[in-house]
């Protein structure tokens, strides 16, 4: 059992999530700002080869962890150990595999320095993402939240010395993510190292519960990712560079509303995983259409605000990603039901239901990228990806609703009641700044 309440849990990822949130806008910020449309694009398209590699090769380790660890199925230390072992077998692949990604993926822009450092950048990313699996599923989500705010805000700091003060440019934006990565790296493995007996071994009934069960999780995160990011590589090839840079800030300015519902899912997937809330159905529709409605009201409010927000901010070259976030916002609001529903579902077990249902959406984005990037670039991209939210969305929804058996119509089926949950989370939040 949980030794703090769901919100309080909530509450701290959510604080996690702003201060990443910020330091993400505000590394955005300096590196459109120094960097311009180009430099930007050339950035994106750089680390998003390794985003998608890395979303494969980590097989699943975090999600299988939290799980595991949650049932309590296995000696912690014995396990932690497979994972430190599995580790390092698939930092080297990752490497291996974008390496000959970019072999084929050539762009002149980018040297061998920049892919080398990019490169390194891979293993250390998976040390962070598999500690991070470790803490959540022992329910230490302060250790947890600790090193998910800590690489962005480091990535801020060292992007302002080396790309803006130093101007260093995009090796300097490079340098700065691996640095960031190195650093938390080291501090996960120590906490790790600290806290359980970590031994050079092959427990083999682990390893193979933890790839089987991971591989379910890896191929669910990876065909999300490409939902997400396969839009900027064909970007790349269909359009230019500068619309890569218009439709990257777009999209991470976007993405940021995910920030509340991806704090509940997670708190939702380590209590599920520990045998709590797995019945409380009651206790989670109220909170996604509650979440539902916060996450419409500020996308609202961005729709409006953003031509006059993102030149002031971004530099006026970037005008034009304002119309392109304004195109995917109705796909990130539509996204938060399923950020919220597939925490319950990944911690019964069941996080092959993404991919099943999300393979379709990735395949009809990819078609309609093909149709629409070469006549409307950046904004094509964002109705593509609104598509496919829209229907993975509705594909999931149907799934769930019959699973639990209730009506397809009750994720709208809004009640007063629904907001008890946002005034206990608005007190809570409250109580958390304020003492």
Avoid: C
């Avoid at 979303?55 to 939290?66: D, P, V």
């Amino acid at each position: 059992m949980a030794k703090r309440g769901f919100f309080r849990d909530f509450v701290g990822v959510l604080n996690s999530n702003i201060v990443s949130l910020l330091s993400a806008l505000l590394m955005v910020v300096v590196l459109t700002r120094v960097l311009g449309t180009e430099g930007y694009g050339t950035y994106n398209a750089l680390i998003v080869i390794p985003l998608i590699v890395v979303s494969f090769t980590h097989l699943g380790i975090r999600g299988a962890s939290i799980y595991l660890l949650g049932i309590k199925k296995y000696d912690e230390n014995k396990l932690v150990s497979s994972v430190i072992l599995i580790l390092a077998g698939s930092g080297l692949a990752g490497m291996i595999l974008s390496a000959v990604a970019f072999w084929f993926y050539q762009v002149p822009a980018f040297n061998l320095l920049l892919i080398t450092l990019v490169l390194f950048i891979i293993p250390l990313r998976l040390t962070t993402i598999y500690a991070g699996g470790i803490f959540y599923g022992k329910d230490e989500i302060k250790q947890a939240n600790q090193l998910n705010w800590m690489i962005n805000l480091l990535n801020l700091v060292l992007a302002v010395v080396l790309v803006w003060w130093l101007n260093f440019g995009l090796t300097g934006a490079v340098v700065a993510t691996l640095a960031a990565n190195l650093y938390v790296a080291i501090k996960a493995l120590e906490l790790l190292y600290q806290q359980f007996n970590i031994k050079p071994a092959y427990h083999s009934v682990i390893v193979k519960h933890l790839l089987s069960m991971g591989i379910l999780f890896s191929m669910s995160f990876f065909v999300l990712q490409l939902n997400y990011k396969i839009d900027i590589l064909l970007l790349e090839r269909l359009s230019t560079i500068e619309e890569v840079g218009l439709y990257s800030l777009a999209t991470q300015i976007a993405e940021q509303l995910w920030q509340i519902p991806l704090a509940i899912s997670l708190v939702l997937f380590t209590r599920t995983a520990n045998n709590e809330t797995q019945s409380q159905l009651s206790n989670i529709l109220p909170l996604t259409r509650t979440t539902l409605i916060l996450v419409s009201f500020i996308a609202a409010t961005l729709f409006l605000i953003a031509p006059f927000v993102i030149p002031l901010f971004f530099g006026e070259e970037f005008t034009n990603s304002s119309l392109i976030l304004q195109i995917i916002l109705p796909g990130i609001v539509v996204m938060t039901v399923f950020r919220v529903l597939s925490g319950q579902l990944a911690g019964m077990g069941k996080p092959q239901v993404t991919m099943y249902i999300f393979v379709p959406a990735l395949i009809l984005n990819i078609l309609l990228n093909f149709l629409w990037i070469p006549n409307y670039g950046g904004n094509g991209a964002a109705m593509a990806s609104n598509v496919s939210y829209f229907l993975g969305v509705s594909g999931y929804w149907i799934y769930y609703s019959r699973l639990h058996k209730i009506s397809l119509l009750e994720i709208v089926h809004f009640r007063k009641s629904d907001f008890n949950a946002l005034n206990q989370l608005i007190q809570k939040v409250k109580s958390r700044w304020t003492n």
